[in-house]
């Protein structure tokens, strides 16, 4: 990591475990759905979706953290949810993997003539919706619904670490429907491994840290569905075989708490570790339990051992999270926030050939760790 620029550590934090603080520094048409789609599963008192090899919980105390997760990205890009440069009226976005709908929802508000689809598996959207935004229940690893002229300006891909069998595939599918010469598709992925500045952490093969992420990878390969996509820049490699050229990753830290010293940072740690401490349980239940057969009461030692050393500023935990430097789309992020370090993989893909036209389609993936 010897060329990714450390993150700025606060000088100032305390000696005990309660470092800081961070939630001091927080501060129409209708879209309907089957019912039937609504009868979740239920795991150790949390709600999952009726598909059984979706790892994450569908409940409320989830779905807040995603919440979270939307907002501390957000402010990591200084509030653009497109870094593509789609234009002033794009026709219409793809959301894949929408979840609570979030994105979407404020995308269409600050596109009003966009046409937005979201699509998830789990019916966990509002039911009332802008009238530019429609909410589809489907399975996007079956064959897609959309015919071949049904074509988006953005295609938008976050989040779906270890829900997905067949990235290539996915992203045949999403090329396929790109707008040939100005479309973009747009990825954003976490590293889920935790990493930290403190040299004592880092270098400790055994701590909780490295034990949990090896944990979620195993989890993952057992079911056929990898954490690993960020690794050996297979991102980028999916995207360049499906037809996108121009392919470039970039990657940057995201602190997990506000331990650092800047003043951007500090907030969107302390959102970052809201996210990561809401969401810790509903990560592991369903890897470890189901997946991996431990016992209840020995995920809740664990996940208790996780939380208390995200908590620890102590610890610089942080994530890594992926953009791209070069093309004009990144550019100016990188300006704004040349201090931070880049970290898992975002990647920028500018054109596709497609019937002899060249489409462009830029995507960042954005890897966080936590």
Known sequence: MADVPAIPVDPHLPDDESVVDDAS???????????SIREYRRIHNRTYTQKTDYWGPNDEKQNEGLGISHHWMTLLFDGKLILAPVGEKPKAFLDIGTGTGTWALDVASEYPETEVIGIDISPIQPSWVPPNVTFQIDDIEQEWSFSSSQQFDLIHIRNLEASIKDWPLLYSRAFKQTVPGTGY?????????TRSQTFSVNNDPDHVFKQWANLMFEAGDKMGKTFRQHEDHAIK????????????EQKLRVPIGSWSADKKLKEIGAYNLLFVDQSLEGFALFLLNVVLGWKIEDIHVFVDKMRRAVRDGRNTPFYELCGETQSPLLGKIKAKSARWSPPSCAVCIRVKEFD???????????????
Do not use: C, H, M
């Not at 501060?27 to 019912?35: D, I, K, M």
């Not at 598709?185 to 491994?193: E, G, K, L, N, S």
């Open 185 to 193: 598709v747009q990825v954003i992925a976490f590293d889920i491994t």
């Open 25 to 35: 520094l927080v501060e129409s048409s209708t879209a309907s759905l089957s019912e």
């Open 356 to 370: 002899g036209l060249a489409p462009r389609a830029v995507d960042v993936n954005v890897s966080v760790q936590p």
């Open 237 to 248: 490699k999916g995207l360049e075989e499906a037809g996108y050229v121009d392919v470039v």
